[in-house]
């Protein structure tokens, strides 16, 4: 856990899923939280940070292997000033206080991550076998590179794995402890709005897994934390009754990736799968404002119709002005409109509401694997003739690794199509929209 930013408790109000039962190994939950106590105010765009924490098992099983007391109290001070014998306290590690080593390494170490070399050489100082210690150093050489990727990278391995498979190595926790990182929180898009409910906040996790080259089984540690949290309270809930879960929780206030001040500039969003959450926050957002704008303009106009004198007058009243709602326009994209189609009916009411104009593609729906720069393939001249305008603004957010820069090139492709210019040109331009904020980017690998 990092302790730059103050966290608040927040409790778990609801959950549900987002996909259905055919939807396969694909599983994605949204989950609601009473935020009434938080001394923060948040926007859509923002993101909320969450700690969670290693499973229990994994740590026992990891300090029993290192012959330590799970139960046993440490105390941990401030970073040390001077010379000591004493191995120094990492720095998210300092100033715990009195701590047992189980909730020590449960809430604050990355146990989970790939171990880096210098673990490997850490291990191999402290093997009594020198076979074991001489194959830990390879692993850790230049020259052990590629057996690393394979055996370390490809599969995974974490750091009580490899204790398994070498059992003459038992390092001292406190060495192990300056050189695994912190445990790192997590960040979800916020897809809500405070308009709507000021004190809820709600956000949307796919449940991580996954297979190794080999067939090991992997899972992402926070969202099988947080869905194993959910079904938990569930079960007790059909048994007990009872409220829900607490969670450690911060927002993060996104830099630029929000919604413009001035309403009536048109946006265009691109979020397929979970991607699409932080959207489902600007679409309340902006669709509140306008209501509420509606209902204002609407008093204030009765204001201006009345009697005078015995006749009914209707005087123009200079403080009620027209406020256009500026063109949503939101391309989403997922596997299969009846499994995996997230905030579905939200989306299909805002749109039958002329509150955004909706391009969905399925990629498992058809023979044909249709994504959401296909959408935009389609809809291009369109889509430039709204891009070119001085106030429009485009968003992706998602996936970092493949889906961002497919739509990076489709988009310099577009313009390239359909607004006169070279191919240079366009890829220029969108360098320059990307610099100024027009094209505005919250993805991840």
Partial sequence: MLAAERRYPARMTSWRYLTT???????????????????????????????????????????GRLGEDPERLVTIGAKSSGPSSTPAVPQHLEGLGSVSLLRLVQRFVDIRSIPKKAVLRLMADHCSDAGE????????????????????????????????????????????????????????????????????????????????????????????????????????????????????????????????EDSSCPIIMVGPGTGVAPFVGFLQHRNTLAEERKAEQQAMGDRCVGRWRGMMMELEDETVEEAPQGQMWLFFGCRHPDQDYLYKQELLKLQRDDAVQLSVAFSRYTDK????????????????????????????????????????????RLLARHGGMEAMEAEKLVSGWTAKGKYLQDIWS
Avoid at 23 to 52: F, H, K, M, Q
Avoid at 159 to 166: G, S
Wanted: a negative charge; one cysteine or more; hydrophobic letters at 40%.
């Fill in 133 to 260: 210690a001489d194959d830990l150093y390879f692993l850790s050489s230049i020259k052990g590179k590629d057996r690393f990727k394979q055996e370390i990278e490809l599969e995974c391995n974490t750091i009580d794995e490899i204790l398994a498979r070498y059992p003459s190595c038992k390092p001292p926790l406190a060495l192990l402890l300056q050189v695994l990182p912190a445990l790192s929180p997590r960040f979800y898009s916020i897809a809500s709005s405070p308009l709507v409910q000021p004190s809820r906040v709600r956000f949307a996790f796919s449940v991580v897994r996954w297979k190794t080259p080999k067939g090991v089984e992997r899972k992402g540690l926070c969202t099988n934390w947080l869905h194993d949290l959910c079904t938990e309270w569930h079960r007790k809930e059909q048994m007990e009754g009872g409220s829900g879960p607490m969670l450690d929780v911060f927002f993060a206030p996104s830099k630029d990736f929000k919604l413009p």
């Fill in 21 to 63: 039962e055919q939807s396969g190994d694909r599983i994605v939950v949204e989950v609601e939280l009473d935020i009434s106590n938080v001394d923060w105010t948040y926007a859509p765009g923002d993101s909320i940070g969450i700690d969670c924490y290693n499973e229990e098992a994994v740590v026992r099983r990891l300090l």
């Fill in 369 to 412: 694997k249709v994504y959401v720069q296909h959408k935009m393939e389609e809809a291009g001249e369109e889509l430039v003739k709204l891009l070119l305008r001085a106030d429009s603004l485009f968003y992706v957010c998602g996936d970092g690794a493949h889906m961002a820069k497919d739509v990076r090139a489709t988009v310099v």
